[in-house]
């Protein structure tokens, strides 16, 4: 098993991502803390493509890594500088910026199909990057926070992977699982000693790295199943619904954990509509196995 | 009679070997050419793709090779590998990116000759928005004229090796391997 390449990355991610987030527990710096998911991220990037892109990037696929970093730079100096004015305006500009650099070799051509579905990614990704700002960075009382942050991420990474794979992008399936594993090892040091570290870098960073991965599998590669795309849209806002029916007497590391778990809910609903609506192409790809 | 028949002969002979002397210009005929790449996979067998869609010219000079002149176009949107979910894969962002590069072109930039039917030929390979130099051996198979179509045709097969990853393709390395053979078969025919 353990000759799997993407079980060997996913564990190596797993170990980085313990490690990491086991170290900035020793350091009293929330915004060096909040690094942590984004550097997961990269680490999962670099592992799955065998690189550190050239710069200046050339396609979309090596643009993705200097999104999440100049990303996760923009969330880094916020979170020094401690302020939280600009996260309404960043979670409309940053995915508009990322969807609209990923497109561009589309939208050169004048291409209506992508700029309508650039639209709907840049209203979708902004639900996402502000959403997980709001959890993120809220409170266990009000069904936030940084456990909750993570766990939105993973359900998000989760529910895109067999999107991705039904998208012809085997190598984003990839990158997905191995993110999930280092994130899973920060949920678990999150659970273990809460940080509450879920700052811009978090958002911006690992937010815009998957938004990016989401963007050049939809927008370049061209061969998304829309409805489970769509989905993905119900796990910013499942945990926070699902909240509502647990009795305030479960609060604390329970209600995050209990909240996290319901934000990656819609993960399940996502996988069966894949399946109903393509049972051939996953026939196919375990015949291939 | 045997002197008339020697003398047409020598002159059919002389004929022959100034059209082979002068240079000519060809365009690839797609119908008779292939373009194919084999790329290991597990270890466990070579992965046969090819491209269905390309096209281009060369001027060939057997008295001055070094002259030669060579470009080709493939489409790589035309990858094929007889299985669709893989197809889709390979034309993806991660692979060839058929949206950002919908081309890849070969411009040959020295030519060699090793005897009467062989050489090699270097050129400029463009994949995935970065430029390498790739040699490819060349065996000029036969030049002549088709007896089906009476068109003055050429035929020529070539063989190489690149790098993947030296094109920026570094999806699973590892499992699928870096080098990529390429078999090459062209058929073309001589520019009216």
Redesign the interface.
Known sequence: MLDNPILQAALICFMLGLALAGLVRLIPAPSVASLVPTVVFLSSYVMTYHQVPAFPPVGAVNKIFYIALAAALVGFVLDFLRTTKLDRALAVIVPGLIVGWIGLPRFAYGDLEALTTASALWLGGAVVIWRLNVVGTSTAERNGGSLVGIAMLIALMVAFAPVALLGGSSTSLMLCFVAVAGLGAVAIWEFLIPRDAFGATSVLGAGSGFLAVVSTVTLITREIDSVGLALLLLIPYAGQLGAWFLPPRIHGRARQVLVGLMAGSPVLAVMAILLLRHPEFFASMRAEQ | MKRIFAAIWTIVMLLAGTVAAVAADYVIDLTHSHVLFMVDHLGFAKMVGLFTNFSGNFSLNPENVTASKLAVTIKTDSLQTQ????D??L????WF?V???PEMTFVGTEFAKKDEHTGTITGNLTL???TKPVTLDVVLNKVGQNPLDKQNSAGLSARGTLKR?DF?M??????IGDEVDLIIEIEAKQKS
Do not use: Q
């Open positions: 299985f669709a979910p893989r889709k894969d034309k993806g962002a991660d990116n949206t950002e590069f995935h928005g970065t990853s920026g570094k999806a699973f390395l590892g499992p």
